[in-house]
């Protein structure tokens, strides 16, 4: 069964980056057709998706695009997730998650609390 943990600072002051690291266990992040996903949820607003890595390919939320980066260290199998020049509107609990190709999300880290103040 595949096992994701977010990690990173629970704080981060206005206009830096917000950086997390996902790692993941009991599945290799290298394998084919599966979308390493980082999410998010601000107070009273629905899941929103930020971005994905799929076989090193990237693709990002168009209204996140311009501030953010999906990347992955395959030797320490984990994928991480940079968000330039934050907000407070960018507070909120961020997840790692993965999905299968034609499917839904399959696997949940245990989401990691993000305030952005200062």
């Known amino acids: 069964q595949v096992q994701l943990q977010e990690s990173g600072p629970g704080l981060v002051k206005p206009s830096q980056t917000l950086s997390l690291t996902c790692t993941v266990s009991?599945?290799?992040?290298?394998?084919?057709?599966?979308?390493w996903s980082w999410t998010r949820q601000s107070p009273g607003k629905g899941l929103e998706l930020i971005g994905y890595?799929?076989?090193?390919?990237?693709y990002y939320s168009p209204s996140l695009e311009s501030r953010t980066s999906i990347s992955r260290d395959t030797s320490k199998n984990q994928f991480t997730l940079q968000l330039t020049s934050v907000t407070p509107e960018d507070t909120a609990v961020y997840y790692c998650?993965?999905?299968?190709?034609?499917?839904?999300?399959?696997?949940w880290g245990q989401g990691t609390q993000v305030t952005v103040s200062g």
């Open positions: 890595i799929a076989s090193g390919n990237t």
């Open positions: 009991g599945g290799a992040i290298t394998t084919d057709y599966v979308y």
């Open positions: 998650a993965n999905r299968f190709a034609g499917a839904g999300f399959a696997s």
